[in-house]
């Protein structure tokens, strides 16, 4: 088996999961890098889904199309012919599928809709809501035609860290809705997949002091609610911008010189302070990122995109997350080797 076959060789071990939840504070890039995972993930003829649940139509803006509408739609074609489609669940319409699905209600759904009624009861029972959203993601990951999986895989853009605990404990929420019942069984359909291996959840940060916090307590949640976590990804990384690591008045000067600028006094203050807050953040960050190599999860970098993000910047990134992911897995592997 290769580096970039998983068992069944239809993928990168780095990233063995069929449903990729991918998590985050808000403002660390987490839809930009769920695109770029799940077209990653669709290539060599492959087929991935990409779901968003939040009706902010934020994939609709990243690949610059229409909004999306509740139903699969192919976005995209990945390298070496795969396909990748995406999906804007609507928890109206979800209600109603799911209403018909169980009740055969039909028209008389639709009905209550129009007087409100769908918007009444999502409101008033707000685990109601993830157990609707949770289960399309579900439905969606184990559907199967003719015997074979539609998809490869799912990627989920999901709720930011600081809810995403809530929303995939859906057993928790949803035994104060019903004891029995459609609503109890598909809750713990859904619990049994986001717990099992066939899940992996990936948060998404920055190398700040609150997204790295809210990282380690997004994972030391999710581990204790049983969900497995995948990979931390540290979006936005700058490269070094100074060759040594301590930059003097010498060094300046000679470089103002160099470059055939005048020395003066103020230029070189200017200068100087410049250099110190840079190497203030850059130990700043190394610290941080050291604190995320101790979590215990592979890590990977992503680059900041300075031109913002395009449909080749997308499939950039996900190469780094294809070959960075399987490097991550093997330093966790090693680690664990070594401590045994």
Do not use: C
Request: glycine share 10%.
């Amino acid at each position: 088996m290769t580096a970039r076959e998983s068992s069944d060789g239809r993928g990168s071990y780095g990233w063995p999961a069929r449903l990729h939840v991918v998590t985050g504070k808000g403002g660390t890039g987490k839809t930009t890098v769920a695109a770029a995972l799940a077209l990653a993930l669709a290539r060599d003829g492959r087929r991935t889904l990409l779901i968003e649940v939040e009706a902010r139509q934020g994939i609709a803006q990243l690949f610059e199309r229409d909004p999306l509408p509740y139903r699969e739609t192919r976005i995209a074609t990945a390298q070496g012919g795969g396909e990748l489609r995406a999906l804007a669940v609507d928890v109206e319409e979800a209600l109603l599928e799911y209403l018909e699905m169980f009740y055969r209600l039909g028209v008389a759904g639709r009905a209550l809709r129009k007087v409100g009624a769908v918007d009444f009861a999502t409101t008033i029972a707000p685990g109601l809501r993830d157990v609707l959203l949770t289960g399309k993601i579900k439905e969606a990951v184990t559907r199967t035609v003719d015997g074979r999986r539609v998809y490869d895989a799912v990627v989920l853009d999901a709720p930011p860290t600081g809810r995403i605990g809530r929303f995939l404990n859906v057993t928790a929420e949803t035994a104060r809705l019903a004891k029995v019942g459609p609503i109890k069984t598909q809750s713990e359909g859904v619990a049994a997949i986001l717990r099992s291996p066939m899940t992996a959840v990936h948060v998404v940060t920055l190398l700040e002091e609150m997204p790295v916090q809210e990282t380690a307590d997004a994972i030391e949640e999710l581990t204790r609610l049983g969900i497995p976590i995948g990979t931390v990804i540290v979006n936005a990384t700058r490269p070094p911008m100074l060759a040594g690591a301590k930059v003097t008045q010498a060094d300046l000067r000679k470089g103002l010189t160099a470059a055939g600028l005048a020395p003066d006094k103020e230029t070189l203050a200017g200068l100087v302070g410049e250099a110190k807050a840079y190497q203030t953040r850059v130990a700043a960050e190394a610290s941080l990122r050291a604190d995320l190599q101790g979590l215990g999860r592979p890590v990977v970098e992503l680059p900041i995109v300075p031109e913002g993000v395009t449909a080749a910047s997308l499939e950039s990134l996900g190469d780094l997350l294809l070959t960075s992911a399987d490097a991550g897995t093997e330093r966790i592997r090693s680690l664990g080797a070594s401590e045994r």
